[in-house]
């Protein structure tokens, strides 16, 4: 496929998503937002499987982009808490429909699940056992920003620009200890 064509039309399918939901996401819907035939979009994407699997990727990318910015130094050299840092500001910039309808999908799909599931290996810290008090704070954190990005995901309330900001360096705080 060519790279030209790839992202187009994977814009196009975010913008189905996000203006008429998943089950929208048709050929004849892509194919007519990007401005394409229905043919010229199978050429690309075989099945719809794989124009979905491709549109979680593309969207888990952009994630990965905005988080890489918002850490604003190389991810190798970055700390477990200045990358759970990055995540937590942003998450807390606001959800969009198509990311929670993609991951509302990618809940029953594990080939859909496969790229947020890299994503958040990652960025955040994994769930384990260990109950000391740096693990639980990371763990409230990480489960904090999910949740604040899950109501403004998953409700029609939306918090103000800058408490999700205020709140998102209140969460970050315990990472930056001494």
């Known amino acids: 496929m060519r790279e030209s064509h790839r992202l187009p039309i994977l814009d196009a399918a975010q913008r189905v998503l996000e203006t008429r939901g998943l089950t929208a996401i048709t050929f004849e ?41 918002e850490l604003a130094k190389p991810y190798e050299e970055a700390s477990d808490d200045e990358r759970l840092g990055a995540y937590v500001r942003t998450s807390a910039r606001s959800s969009t429909r198509s990311e929670l309808l993609l991951m509302l999908d990618a809940a029953t799909h594990p080939a859909f699940r496969a790229p947020w599931a890299r994503l958040l290996a ?24 999910d949740g604040l990005w899950f109501l403004e995901a998953f409700t029609d309330e939306q918090v103000d620009a800058r408490l999700r900001e205020r709140l998102a360096e209140h969460l970050c705080a315990p990472l930056v200890r001494v």
């Open 122 to 145: 990652r960025w955040t810290p994994p769930v384990t056992r260990d109950a000391d008090d740096g693990v639980l704070d990371r763990m409230v954190t990480r489960l904090s920003a």
């Open 29 to 69: 819907a892509v194919a007519n937002e990007a401005g394409l035939t229905k043919g010229g979009l199978v050429y690309h994407f075989h099945s719809k499987d794989d124009l979905l699997l491709a549109l979680h990727e593309h969207v888990a990318a952009q994630w990965e982009r905005a988080l890489l910015q």
